[in-house]
C-alpha cells in the first residue's frame, strides 16, 4: 500500500458544530464530508470517536457544517483544530447563530452552512461516519471554499492526529533551507523563514529568531517555546 495515493483525494474545510441533551455545544474541524444523496439531500460527516463532538451528535442526533473561505486565519482553524471543546469553550467570542434544533451554527469565516438530523450512521474503527438529512441550509456570504489541499499548501497548515486523513507520513523530517526552519512540537506546524506568517504578522523572510516573544503558533496558539529546530 502507497499511503501518497491517499493524498490525491480532495477534501474541503468545514467546521462541524453540535449540542447535547444539556445544552452544552462544540465544534470541530473535518475535512471528511460530501453530500451522499440529493432527494432527500442527505450529507455524510467522519468523526472521530474520542472527540467531544462526536460525544455531543451521538447525544443530539444533529449537527451543522460550516463550510468554510479560502480567506480563514490559520488561528481560527487551529483553535478549531487543536484544541479540545473539554477544556475550553471553543465558541468564546465567535459568531454562531442556533438553529431551530439548538444546534450551534458557526457564521464567522463561513460561506455557507448546513444543518441536519441524523438518519444513520456507521461504525468505522476510529470514527463514525453519521449521515444526516439536510434540516436548513443557508449561502451567508460569497467567497471561495478552502479546500484541504489549499490548507496544506498555501495556508501550510497541519493534520492533527484525530483526523481521518492523517498519516505518519505527515511527522516531522522536512529537510532544511537556507533559513533554519522550526517546528511547533504540538502540532507539527513548520515556520518557514522563506515565507514568513503573514497572518500573524511576520513579514516573509524572517527568521525565527528575530519572531517576537508574543508571537504564538499560528496553528495550535503554543507560544515560542514549543518550536524546535526542524532537523
Ligand atoms: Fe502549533
Partial sequence: MDPNALHNISYGMYIVASIDG????????????????????????????NNLTHELINSSGVFSLSVLDESTPLAFIG???????????????VNIKKIDSGCPVVLDNTIAYLAAKVVNKFDCFSHTVFLGEIVESAVIRSGKPMTYDYYHQVKRGTTPASAPTFLKSEMPGRKADVMQKYRC?????????????????????????????TWVCPVCGADKSQFVKEE
Avoid: H, L, W
Fill in 22 to 49: 444539556k445544552g452544552r455545544c462544540n465544534g470541530q474541524i473535518a475535512n471528511a464530508a460530501m453530500q451522499i444523496t440529493s432527494e432527500p439531500a442527505t450529507i455524510a460527516v467522519s468523526i472521530n470517536k
Fill in 79 to 93: 483553535r478549531f483544530g487543536f484544541r479540545s471543546g473539554r477544556t475550553e469553550d471553543k465558541f468564546k467570542g
Fill in 185 to 213: 512540537v504540538v502540532c507539527n506546524y513548520v515556520y518557514d523563514p522563506a515565507a514568513g506568517d503573514p497572518d500573524g504578522g511576520i513579514q516573509p523572510g524572517t527568521p525565527f529568531e528575530k519572531i517576537p516573544d
